[in-house]
Structures are given as C-alpha cells and as structure tokens.
C-alpha cells in the first residue's frame, strides 16, 4: 500500500491512543458488517459509512481530513490491519482469560474474580465484597451501588479488556493481570 504523507503507522496510532494527539477512529464498515463482527478497532465508535455527511459535521475540523482518508478507504472495500484488534469473548474464553485474575485501571481500583464467584473490588483505598457469574455470554458484577447485577459483553486484546452492556453503549477499558494478594 503506498504511503502518504497523511498516513499513520500502527505503532504510531497505537502510542497515540488515549492522549490529546489521538485521532478520532471511525469504523465505518457497513451496518450488517459490524454487526456480525466479533472484532473492534482499539478505541473507534461505529458510524455508518451511508450517512456520513450526517455526522462527520460534528467532528473537530482538524481531524476531518484524516477521517475522511480513513472513510474512503473502507467505503472503497480496502482492508486495513489494525495492531489492536479486541475480540469479543465467549463463556469459556471469559473464564480462561479472566477469572482469577485482576482486572484494573493500574492506579485507583481493581476488581478480582475468585474462581468460587465472590469478587473482590477495591478503589481508593475502600473494598468489599461481591458476586460475579457469567449470563449468555456476559461477565456479571455486582455493585454496592447498583440493586442486581451489572452485565456486560467482554472483548479483549492481550492484556486490554474492554467491557460494555450492549453494542450501543460506552465502553469500559482496563487491562487484566495475573492476580496480586492484597
């Protein structure tokens, strides 16, 4: 693929991912594409290629220019590789990769899933004691706020795991690590 002067490298993107120089990652495959996908880019929302000039207006102006390289290329069928690439979890992938270790921002809080389904949470120096189980698919926590359990679909890429209720929500981004006794 030639290069431009307007193009990123995988690393480059990769170290610029969660700083003010990110740029804004649209995946702009086709609706009946991304819904059928079990993979999502790193950081990127989903906005459908077929209405772009809807929401493209609402981006900053400085980034346009990249997203609209970006755009064209997958409106166009090209393929791109991403380094990061989450795949969305299943039962058994959720429990190989994810209980009994850690899952945590690194700095305030962390959330560890015993094998018997007690979690164990702490943040900010508090902690206590909950429940955790997998339904269709999803890691369900509880929360000391929250009446019932809080579901959500679980994708991961390497250590990085990112957590949402359904495809039309945030998402919730920790990294998972061999578990540390407190």
Known sequence: MERSK?????????????????????????DTDFS???????????CSPDSVEEWRTRLPSARALTLTILLLASVHGWKAEAQEMFKLLGEKEIRARVVGKDITDGAHWVNYLRPDGVLLSSESGSKWTGTWEIQNNKLCMSNPNLEGLNCNEVWMSGANIRMRANKDQETFDATVEKHRAN
Do not use: M
Request: no cysteine.
């Open 6 to 30: 307007h193009s990123i490298s995988p690393d480059a993107l990769y170290a610029r991912l969660g700083s003010e120089a990110a740029p804004i990652i649209v995946d702009v495959r086709r």
């Open 36 to 46: 059928g996908a079990d993979s999502l880019l790193a950081d990127a929302f989903h």
